[in-house]
């Protein structure tokens, strides 16, 4: 776990222009200086995602919103209010403070506040804004661990906060909140029922939104392994089949199969709670590759609560792959 000299010595970091991996609820981040444009364009390269896909900047409350943004509807501030900190990510038109860079070249701006003690620590010592996608590369899985984050970008950043396994597992929801009628751009940690109760009225889940966002990219959160998405009651079946047919096949067992004896190269068993599935799914699909599967068979949960967002990261890993 993290101590305050390493928190003192990650803002010196950020201060320098540097790359500083810091954990979050969510997932890790690969945060720099969200107004040195320098820094922000490393994120990029040690990435290997396109620059012209937004980034987050994480802030270090919801009083500080104001300093990021041009404006902030009635809709935004209310949401901001009840979630953060939190998995909630709103999207709003930028201030000044924050460079083109960051945002793809966009008029707006994703903000949030991460609901992570050492993320908050990092934030306060810094004083500025962190912006941070997740530390992985372009279109891998995202690290719930700083040896994720070590194992998969290495000397690419100049120091790794390590907060303990992520919380929330599955990344922030992401808002569109620019406009009188709020969207959800991308699901995530927070739940549409949650934010609903608070909106008091129905939000639509937008899966392309009028930017091209790299969460939205078909072959996003994918491990090396292929994922086939089959329902529950054929996977063992299915999978045997591969099996049998010289694949390393690789099964995410259902909760209501955990007794079935299969015929694999690797079982993970999906845990009952959802909480538990979203804060396992991407070590589980580490897991799988790491021994050796070409393909993971797996079932959609029903897509209510945080089986949305789990649901989403699963059939983006099964997408089509880009060609390169
Ligand atoms: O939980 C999270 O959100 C994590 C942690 C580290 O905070 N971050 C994360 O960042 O998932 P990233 O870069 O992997 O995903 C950020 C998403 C992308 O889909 C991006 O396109 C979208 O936010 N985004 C950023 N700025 C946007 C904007 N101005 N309009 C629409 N979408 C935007
Ligand atoms: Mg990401």
């Known amino acids: 776990m993290a101590r305050t000299s390493d928190i003192e010595k990650a803002a010196g970091v950020l201060r320098a222009g540097g790359l500083v ?10 945060g720099a200086n969200a107004e040195d444009p320098t820094a ?22 919801a009083d500080q919103l104001d300093d990021w943004v041009e404006e902030v509807p009635a809709t935004a501030r209310l949401l901001a209010e009840h979630f953060w900190p939190g998995p909630l990510t709103l999207v ?34 810094f004083g500025g804004g962190v912006t941070a996608p997740s530390a992985n590369r372009f279109g891998q899985v995202s690290p719930t661990t700083a040896q994720h984050v070590r194992a998969e970008l ?27 009628v709020p969207s959800i751009l991308r699901p995530g940690g927070v739940t549409r029922e949650d934010l609903e109760a608070v909106l008091g009225r129905p939000l639509t889940v937008h899966a392309t939104s009028r930017v091209r966002v790299p969460g939205q990219h078909p072959s996003h959160y994918a491990p090396r392994a292929r994922v086939v998405l089959v329902e529950p009651e054929a996977v063992v079946a299915e999978a045997e089949l591969a099996q049998e047919r010289g694949h390393r096949v690789g099964v995410f067992l259902p909760p209501s199969l955990t007794d079935a004896a299969v015929k694999a190269h690797a079982v993970a068993a ?18 799988l590759d790491q021994k050796g599967c070409d393909l993971i068979f797996a079932s959609l949960p029903a897509e209510e609560g945080l089986g949305l967002a789990i649901a989403n990261r699963l059939r983006r890993a099964a997408g089509p792959r880009e060609s390169a």
């Open 154 to 180: 290495g000397d690419g950043v100049d120091f790794v906060l390590d907060g303990g396994p992520c919380q929330v597992g599955v990344e922030s929801t992401i808002v569109d909140a620019t406009g009188e």
């Open 92 to 125: 709003l038109r930028r201030g000044r403070r924050v460079p083109l860079e960051a945002t793809g070249g966009l008029e707006t701006v994703a903000v949030r506040v991460p609901d992570h003690p050492v993320a908050l620590a990092l934030l306060s010592a």
């Open 40 to 61: 922000v364009s490393r994120i990029f390269q040690v990435k290997g995602r396109p620059p012209s896909h937004p980034l987050i900047v994480h802030i270090g409350g």
């Open 270 to 287: 999906v845990p009952a709670s959802m909480n538990a599935y979203a804060r396992g799914l991407y070590g589980l699909l580490r897991e």
């Open 21 to 30: 991996a810091l954990p979050t609820e969510t997932v890790y981040g690969l």
